[in-house]
């Protein structure tokens, strides 16, 4: 974890240095980033509302990850996952909300899944390259949307933004407690701990971490390299799925152009960042989301333009890509060990 | 007071000496204060079982891994050897058991950019007039146009050992550089560098398992063993014997295990019609038929590159037969787990760590691949049992005494030989193999290894077992195998057993005449 950690500092240090040169005291920024992020209770429920989707959407990398897929599709997932849930949630919006709610996370787990197993089979099948097509089917994903909140969905009473009829309010996924937190939350960290458990202690990451070590000698063991790897993908996609299910559900409502927010983007960075493992997912995925819930603060308080926080974002993949390309290269990465 | 010159490339061979080098990894100590002398224009093995100590000790040599304590000294001159580049500066080169050629270029473009000075914009019409030049004094001849990827293993180490020359090195390590060759290719190159040393123009220290390059092309060795130094002499004044004795640490009794005379059982293996591609679509093996019966060794010989590589591969699932098909206990067979498990069927390929094991997993792991997914190893069905693997691998390692400092010690971590020692394990060790299909087992393996892995597997052909085994070494199939068929062009062309075996008759098949 000394890596990721370092490039987290790295960048930093050089946002820090954008700031000054936008005439910011840079300390001042992180100070306010701080507060803004976990000052307090009222602005921590911010934050952990953004790490939910952040979360999932992070399993959509780093899942397949761990086979040796570079699967980049997240936000084609989560899109489609929340219109697949939107459809399914409104065609059986009278029942009971537990069943809505149900029904919701299965179709956004299932359009997610499929959405990245067509990664996976092209990849399995005809040899395409899985980074490729899954950045590309961001855009189909994001190009269906539209259509769809444009035409055969859309809500004739939603006027400047085009959206889909909406999901009865009170069938919607509820805040926990008194609090602002919705339950996608608990939906983020359960499918974190699952993913850790199923990688890292069940027979199945056991396989997945050969074929991803070595395919050869996965073969060479019996292992259906290509049936396992489409799996991967399938639970991968749903994670992203979910978290569209839980836009949905429990921020917009309806299906419309806000679900392209980048959580899908910035799930890829916290995959990186978190090593592809899912405890640590948790945690990046909570600093990250304190990170894009001061955006705000940083624009009424510093005059700083809102894509601020996506230099930060920039800057932390950069320096996470360079600081691999470096790793091994120092003495200082070499043989520490016990 | 002296003062150290700076560095100059060499142009001609120096001394090099160790001085009571030590390296260790953690709390491990590979190399404990090793000593050891090269003088300028002579040839030096450096001999010691698997996992002796010598490829981190010519690592340190190269800058890949900085000693702890002790010094190198180079023409004399204590000198800090960081990195490869350092090593290069000051003369030294090396030639690694594993390509290092990008497989896209030509041996041309493989040889200019090898070199740490190429600029950044390359004029190839001097560059290729320089290496024509060069060509001409090359020890062996070799077309400079031909692409990498489409040379036999016996061409690329010659070009690997060419780019060591034509960088000029004047001090040239070898780590087991003839475990890829047939002995007449292994011949041909290391006589050819044995000229260059004659002459003058090169040190050379090779690192080797086999007696017959020690006595053949060596002035002096030096013996590890378990890390430390284990003695010291002149090739003329020792017998095999002795070297033996100082790498073993005293003497030791041979143990062959004899094969018992047993009737032939039913078919194990049967191979129908089986036809493959090579990676370029060039069919490798055209319509091959046999069968392996239960108690039988069947030896598979043949100059490298004759299909036998394609035909382990299809055998171990790491690549589609274009027709035929298999049959195991008169049953057809599609490599699946379940299948793999139910018949038994396992495998020691070559190139263990790129065939066999996940190099990043742990050696526990790696001889859990057969079992993970099954009681005992399973909890509640479907969890993995990190304690179960972990005993299951602390056995099998001690009967198999695989050299490793723990069970949770990443398999990439251990030396050559250890690593086919683990595999070997995982293999035959749980003694439920009843098919074995066995590639040129016994590679890079010192000699003591090599005779307890000739004795498992006469051991499991002895248990009934149906052993396939396919190797480049004739003496080892003359001893194992019950019959030999001979692979030419992907086909067998001649059948024949051990006893009337005639060598010149089978070398005449393997050329395809
Ligand atoms: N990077 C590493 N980290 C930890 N241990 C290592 C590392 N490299 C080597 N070792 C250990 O050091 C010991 C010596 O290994 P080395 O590769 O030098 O053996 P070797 O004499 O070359 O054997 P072989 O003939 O099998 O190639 C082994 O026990 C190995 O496990
Ligand atoms: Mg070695």
């Known amino acids: ?338 | 007071m002296m003062t150290i010159p700076p560095v100059v490339r060499p142009a001609k061979p120096f001394d090099l000496e160790l001085v009571k080098v030590t390296k260790r990894f953690g709390s491990f100590v590979a190399n404990d204060q090793i000593s050891l002398k090269v003088p300028a224009g002579t040839f030096h093995a450096l001999l010691g079982e698997n996992g002796a100590g010598k490829s981190t000790l010519v690592k340190c040599i190269m800058g890949f891994h900085q000693a702890e304590e002790g010094d190198i000294l180079v023409h004399g001159h204590s000198r800090e050897i960081n990195s490869p580049y350092d090593a290069y500066q000051f003369g030294i080169g090396m030639v690694y058991q594993h390509f290092t050629l990008v497989p896209a270029m030509t041996v041309a473009e493989n040889l200019v950019l090898s070199r740490p000075d190429t600029p950044g914009i390359i004029n190839w019409k001097d560059e290729m007039a320089r290496l024509r030049e060069f060509m001409q004094t090359a020890p062996f001849k070799m077309d400079l146009d031909t692409p990498a990827s489409e040379l036999a293993a016996g061409q690329k180490q010659k070009v690997e050992i060419l780019k060591q020359l034509y960088l000029d090195s004047k001090f040239l390590i070898l780590d087991e550089p003839t475990s890829v060759l047939t002995p007449s290719e292994a011949d041909e190159v290391l006589g050819l560098i044995r000229d260059k040393v004659k002459a003058g123009d090169l040190s050379v220290l090779l690192i080797t398992h086999k007696f017959r390059e020690v006595f053949g092309f060596c002035d002096e060795i030096t013996v590890l063993r378990r890390g430390q130094f284990a003695g010291h002499g002149l090739v003329k004044d020792l017998t095999a014997d002795d070297m033996a004795a100082m790498m073993m640490g005293g003497q030791r009794e041979t143990k062959i295990v004899p094969k018992a005379v047993r009737e032939r059982g039913p078919a194990g293996l049967e191979i129908k019609g089986l036809c493959a591609n090579k990676d370029n679509g060039v069919p490798a093996l055209t319509n091959l038929n046999l069968t392996v019966h239960e108690g039988e060794v069947v030896g598979i010989a043949g100059v490298s590159g004759n299909g036998q590589r394609e035909l382990v591969e299809v055998l171990a699932g790491q690549r589609p037969a274009t027709g035929g098909e298999l049959v195991v206990h008169g049953a057809s067979y599609h490599g699946t787990r379940a299948e793999t498990a139910e018949h038994g069927f396992f495998l020691l390929p070559e190139e263990p760590l790129r065939n066999a094991c996940v190099p990043q997993m742990s050696v526990a792991e790696n001889i859990a691949f057969r079992s993970f997914d099954r009681p005992p190893m399973t909890r509640a069905g479907c969890l993995v049992s990190r304690a179960a693997i972990r005993s299951f691998a602390q056995d099998l390692i001690t009967r198999f005494s695989v050299k490793t400092r723990s069970p949770e010690t990443p398999i990439g971590d251990l030396s050559g030989g250890n690593v086919q020692r683990a595999v070997l394990a995982r293999e035959l060790g749980p003694g439920t193999a009843r098919v074995l299909i066995a590639a040129n087992p016994c590679f890079g393996l010192d000699f003591a290894a090599v005779e307890s892995i000739h004795g498992q597997i006469t051991e499991a052909r002895n248990r009934g077992v149906a052993v396939l085994l396919v190797s480049e070494d004739l003496d080892e199939l003359l001893a194992l195998a019950d019959r030999l068929l001979v692979i030419s062009h992907g086909e067998f062309v001649y059948e024949t057993t051990p006893a009337q075996a005639d060598i010149k008759t089978i070398g005449h098949h393997m050329a395809g005449h």
């Open chain 1, 1 to 338: 974890m000394a890596i990721p950690t370092g490039a987290v500092v790295v960048a930093l240090a050089l946002f820090g240095l954008f700031c000054a040169f936008q005439g910011k005291n840079p300390f001042a920024v992180f100070a306010a980033i701080n507060k803004a992020a976990f000052g307090s209770w009222y602005s921590f429920q911010n934050t952990l509302v953004r790490a939910a989707p952040l979360m999932l959407t992070a399993l959509c990398t780093a899942l397949p990850a761990r086979l040796g897929l570079v699967i980049i599709g997240n936000e084609g997932a989560l899109v489609v996952g929340g219109l697949s849930a939107t459809a399914a949630g409104l065609a059986c919006a009278t029942a009971p909300v537990a069943v809505v709610i149900s029904v919701m996370t299965l179709a956004g787990m299932v359009g997610g899944g499929l959405w990245i197993t067509v990664c996976g089979a092209l990849y399995y099948q005809r040899g395409v390259n899985e980074t490729i097509s899954s950045l590309l089917m961001n855009y189909i994903a994001i190009a269906v949307l539209n259509h769809l909140v444009n035409g055969p969905m859309r809500d004739p009473s939603s006027l400047n933004k085009p959206s889909s009829f909406p999901i009865p309010d009170d069938k919607m996924l509820p805040a926990m407690g008194d609090s602002n937190v919705h339950y996608g939350l608990v939906f983020g960290l359960v499918a974190c701990v699952i993913a850790w458990a199923l990688m890292e202690h069940a027979t199945f990451g056991f396989k997945v971490r050969m074929i991803g070590g070595n395919i050869r000698a996965a073969r060479m063991s019996g292992l259906p390299v290509a049936r396992l790897g489409l799996i991967t993908c399938f639970l991968a996609g749903a994670a992203a799925g979910i978290a569209g299910m839980i836009e949905v559900a429990a921020v917009h409502g309806r299906a419309n152009e806000s679900l392209a927010a980048g959580y899908g983007y910035a799930g890829i960075l916290v995959a990186f960042v978190a090593r592809y493992r899912g405890l640590p997912i948790i945690l990046v995925a909570t600093l990250l989301g304190g990170i894009l819930a001061s955006g705000g603060i940083l624009q009424r308080q510093f005059k700083l333009p809102d894509a601020t926080i996506l230099v930060f974002q920039g800057l932390v993949f950069l320096v996470i890509l360079f600081s691999d390309s470096l790793y091994g290269k120092f003495k200082f990465f070499k043989e520490r060990e016990a």
